[in-house]
C-alpha cells in the first residue's frame, strides 16, 4: 500500500463509514470527520484492523472553521491529501410550505458550504497529489418533491457545484465527480420508513414494499455497493473520468 491520505466527512455512519472502510483497502491513511466522537472511534478501530491508519477528527462541519480544522490536521499528520470524499449532511425531508428559514439554512450550511469550504481549503493539497475529490448528492436532485423540498434543492446544487469544481480541476489537476445514490439502506432511511408504518398502521415490511413500489426499484441501495463506487472513482482507472454524475439507485431515475 502506498503512502495515501484519504478525508472522509460523515464517516461514523451508513455511506461515510462504508467508505471510509472501503478506502481503508486502498490508501495507507484514512482521516474521518464527524460528529459523532463514539461512533467515529469504533470506526478508527476498524479502518486500524483493515491495516490503514486513522485519524479521528470530531468536529461540526457546520462551523467556519471545521474545514481548516481537517485540513491542517490532515496534513500535519499525513503531510498530504490524495481524496476528499464530502458525505455529510442529512438534509430534513419537510414540505416546502413548512420548512422554516433556519431548517432550509441548516440543510445547505451542513451539505453544501460544509462540502464547498473544505474542498476549497483542501485544493491545494490535492492539486501537489493530482488528487480526487467526491460529492455525494442523491436521486431528488432530478426528481424533486414537494414533500422534500430541500433535499432535492441542496443536492441540486451540489451536483453544480461538483461541476464547477471539476472545471477548475482540468486545470488544477484535480479530479472531481458527484455521485448520487437512491434508497439507501442506513439507519436514516429505517428510522423514515418506521415513521410511516406508524403513521399509516402497518408493518415495517409493508412499509418497505411501498417504498420500493413508490421508487419503481427491486430493493434497497446497501451502503458498502456506494462505498466500492467511490472506490473505483478515486482509483488510477478512473482517473480521465471528470465532471461526472454517476447514478446508482437501482434504476429509479428513468430520464435520460
Known amino acids: ?46 479502518v486500524q484492523a483493515l491495516g490503514a491508519e486513522p485519524l479521528v477528527l470530531e468536529l461540526d462541519l457546520m ?81 424533486p418533491k414537494a414533500g422534500a423540498a430541500a433535499v432535492g434543492s441542496i443536492n441540486a446544487a451540489i451536483e453544480a457545484l461538483a461541476k464547477a469544481f471539476a472545471e477548475k480541476g482540468i486545470e488544477d489537476g484535480v479530479q472531481v465527480n458527484s455521485v448520487s445514490p437512491g434508497a439507501i439502506m442506513t439507519s436514516r432511511r429505517l428510522g423514515m420508513i418506521e415513521k410511516a408504518a406508524a403513521a399509516k398502521g402497518i408493518t415495517l415490511e409493508q412499509a418497505k414494499h411501498a417504498f420500493l413500489v413508490q421508487a419503481g426499484v427491486s430493493r434497497f441501495g446497501e451502503p458498502e455497493e456506494i462505498g466500492d463506487l467511490i472506490g473505483f472513482l478515486v482509483s488510477p482507472p478512473a482517473k480521465w473520468m471528470t465532471g461526472s454524475v454517476v447514478r446508482i439507485d437501482g434504476g429509479e431515475v428513468k430520464s435520460v
Not at 105 to 115: S, Y
Not at 117 to 131: C, V
Request: no cysteine; net charge neutral.
Open 63 to 143: 462551523a467556519a472553521t471545521a474545514a481548516e480544522t481537517v485540513v491542517n490536521a490532515t496534513i500535519e499528520r499525513f503531510g498530504r491529501i490524495d481524496a476528499l470524499v464530502n458525505v455529510a449532511g442529512a438534509v430534513p425531508g419537510l414540505d416546502v410550505f413548512q420548512m422554516t428559514d433556519d431548517q432550509w439554512n441548516t440543510g445547505m450550511e451542513l451539505k453544501f458550504h460544509g462540502a464547498r469550504r473544505l474542498t476549497i481549503r483542501a485544493w491545494d493539497a490535492l492539486k501537489s497529489s493530482k488528487g480526487s475529490v467526491v460529492f455525494i448528492s442523491g436521486n431528488a436532485a432530478v426528481i
Open 1 to 46: 500500500m502506498s503512502k495515501s491520505v484519504a478525508i472522509v466527512t460523515g464517516a461514523s455512519s451508513g455511506i461515510g463509514k462504508a467508505t471510509a472502510l472501503r478506502l481503508a483497502r486502498d490508501f495507507s491513511s484514512i482521516v474521518l470527520a464527524a460528529r459523532d466522537g463514539e461512533s467515529l472511534a469504533s470506526v478508527g478501530e476498524q
